[in-house]
């Protein structure tokens, strides 16, 4: 990882949870993952130690993972 941080990971928007999670894992430094239905309710904290990922029925991956 570079001195920038990588927070945001659009590449992984239509990918399948598993691979999007394990490319996750790797990128960042961060272990608590997340994986929430895209109709999730979800608090507006920011967690600069979690990443959600948004899937649909298929477990296809439909919105950005970030942190926080």
Request: one cysteine or more; proline letters at 6%.
């Amino acid at each position: 990882m570079s001195a920038i941080e990588k927070r945001v990971w659009p590449e992984l928007v239509g990918k399948d949870v598993n691979s999007a999670t394990k490319t996750l894992k790797e990128e960042s430094n961060i272990d608590h993952i997340e994986t929430l239905r895209d109709d999730s309710p979800v608090t507006l904290d920011f967690c600069p130690t979690r990443i959600r990922v948004f899937v649909d029925e298929k477990n296809i991956v439909t919105v950005e993972p970030r942190i926080g």
